[in-house]
Nanobody
């Protein structure tokens, strides 16, 4: 069974950092494009950042450039989202998403990924 499980969310003060994890099971993350998405209260889900099957990163959200980075550990079958300089506008439920059936040389639009995790809450507040 293909599954993604996010973890690492929590409450952090403005200016702080968090690292989210997305553990995959039922398939290998190696050569698989995977994206981080988020949904803030009362807002539509938006793409944050993606890494393609060929390790090309794409920022869907300009607001996170120079603050967020994506990486993967194939040995652990896990993808990470490192978030620095967090601000209250980053408060949201964060999801990872993928489609292991497709080899994406470049990241697609985030809504093309049809396998999602359950999400992890990130709250940035003093």
């Amino acid at each position: 069974q293909v599954q993604l499980v996010e973890s690492g969310g929590g409450l952090v003060q403005p200016g702080g950092s968090l690292r989210l994890s997305c553990a995959a099971s039922g398939f290998t993350l190696d050569n698989t494009a995977i994206a981080w998405l988020r949904q803030a209260p009362g807002k539509e889900r938006e793409g944050v950042l993606c890494i393609s099957s060929e390790e090309r990163s794409v920022y869907y959200a300009d607001s996170v450039k120079d603050r967020f980075t994506i990486s993967r550990d194939n040995a652990k079958n896990t993808v990470y989202l490192q978030m620095n300089s967090l601000n209250p506008e980053d408060t949201a439920v964060y999801y990872c998403a993928t489609d292991p059936r497709v080899y994406y040389r470049d990241c697609p639009e985030f809504y093309e990924f049809d396998i999602w995790g359950q999400g992890t809450q990130v709250t940035v507040s003093s």
